[in-house]
């Protein structure tokens, strides 16, 4: 229990802590809410099936340049050691400047009842940033922009997190990048953002599933609150196997006045396609809508209680 208590008081340390303003931001993924690994590592604490996820963001279609995003997550989980282990990497490209961060991520689980588990979680890895001047065009031959040193660069990363579930809710609290706790605003660093979300979930029908989620992120002196409300349909089959999922409808509002809409489907029991659409609604702000695809594949262990009663609110970790 002792080690416990520090872990919790590390990362309470962790989570208080302020940060100067920074230029960079963490990505915008409008699929996180079926995986909350980017920025929380606890999450990946599923017991009963190796965990694959991927998903690919277009943003402001039509802009030469314009952010895109691909994020590769895989996880799975040792019982005889309440562990999971997990690897993630995402690749953020900006116009002419490009960051890969991969990260190595741990989660320790308290619990292995099924009702409910605390899992405390820490992710290690590099910020590498570069830029291609080469794809720079100046409007004269004598820009600045042309002489500074853009040698690529490499950073530690580490974020870190806790997450509370049970059979109707899941609570969770996390940061990421802490090594830009106390630095000042550099291009080859991302900042310290915080992250604290609740998700209520009902899964006690056989006929549709549904969740609704609320998440605050904070960097600096910067709140953005996002509201999310997914519905699961399923096929009741009449076994003692349960219902079968079939594809969710989902919309997400953000306070920075964009609406998103979700869609996934599951092309077979345990692999799931979604798509997402973003648009926003700032006077002035690029009116060009963002794509996003995900791809979610489980491998069910053969001991998962999932696997012999296919309880569906397992699946949604």
């Known amino acids: 229990m002792k080690r416990q208590l520090y872990i919790g008081l590390l990362l309470i340390g962790f989570l208080a802590s302020g940060n100067h303003i920074f230029s960079q931001t963490d990505i915008s993924m409008a699929t996180h809410w079926y995986n909350r690994g980017n920025y929380n590592p606890a999450s990946i604490a599923r017991t009963d099936y190796i965990y694959l996820f991927s998903n690919v963001r277009s943003q402001w279609t039509g802009i030469t340049g314009a952010p895109g995003v691909a994020n590769v997550q895989v996880s799975g989980y040792f019982n005889s050691i309440n562990s999971a282990f997990g690897l993630s990497a995402v690749n953020d490209r900006i116009g002419i400047t490009n960051a890969l961060n991969p ?70 609290l996390s940061s990421t990048h802490l090594f830009s706790v106390f630095k000042d605003s550099t291009l080859f660093l991302n900042g310290n953002h915080r992250y604290g979300y609740a998700i209520y979930k009902n899964t006690k029908s056989e006929v549709l599933n549904y969740y609704l989620g609320v998440q605050v992120v904070n960097r600096s002196n910067i709140f953005v609150v996002e509201g999310n409300g997914i519905v699961r349909f399923k096929h009741p089959t009449g076994l003692s196997t349960g219902s079968r999922e079939i594809f969710d409808l989902g919309l997400t509002y953000r306070s920075t006045k964009q609406l998103t809409a979700l869609l996934g489907v599951n092309l077979t029991e345990n692999f799931r396609v979604g798509y997402a659409y973003d648009q926003s609604f700032i006077t002035g702000y690029n009116q060009n809508g963002s794509h996003e695809i995900m791809l979610e594949y489980r491998i069910p262990y053969l001991n998962a209680v999932c696997k012999t009663c296919r309880d569906q609110q397992l699946w949604y970790r």
Not at 114 to 134: N, P
Not at 139 to 165: C, M, S, W, Y
């Open 103 to 172: 990260m190595l991520n741990y989660a320790y689980r308290l619990s292995n009842d099924q009702s409910w588990s605390l899992s405390f979680g820490v992710g290690l890895g590099a910020y590498i940033r570069t830029i291609d001047i080469s794809s720079y065009a100046p409007v004269t031959d004598l820009d600045p922009a042309l002489l500074r040193d853009v040698a690529p660069q490499t950073k530690p990363d580490a974020n870190i997190g806790v997450e509370f579930q049970n059979a109707s809710f899941i609570f969770g």
